[in-house]
């Protein structure tokens, strides 16, 4: 699946948002041929990996699509 980046976002807030767990920044990364550390744009596209996820990490998941406004964006804004 392939998301847009939103305001301040990080890979680890996407992994939070998309698949419940910061844990899987680094597998995103990967994915998109980034560092961890790489400054992302506004509607920069990022690809998520199929991951099946359960439990903790599901209700996380569901957190964030039933409450669209409430996006992690954890980035420092640029100076």
Known sequence: MKIKVQHNQTLFDIAL???????YAMQIAILNDMSLTD????NDEIEIPEIEITGR???????YS???LKIP????PKL
Not at 17 to 23: H, P
Not at 73 to 76: G, N, Q, S, V, Y
Request: hydrophobic letters at 35%; glycine letters at 4%; aromatic letters at 8%.
């Open 17 to 23: 948002q998309y698949l419940g767990s910061t844990a």
């Open 73 to 76: 964006a954890t980035a420092a």
């Open 39 to 42: 400054d992302l744009s506004v």
């Open 66 to 68: 039933s409450n669209p």
């Open 57 to 63: 990490q599901q209700k996380v998941v569901k957190y």
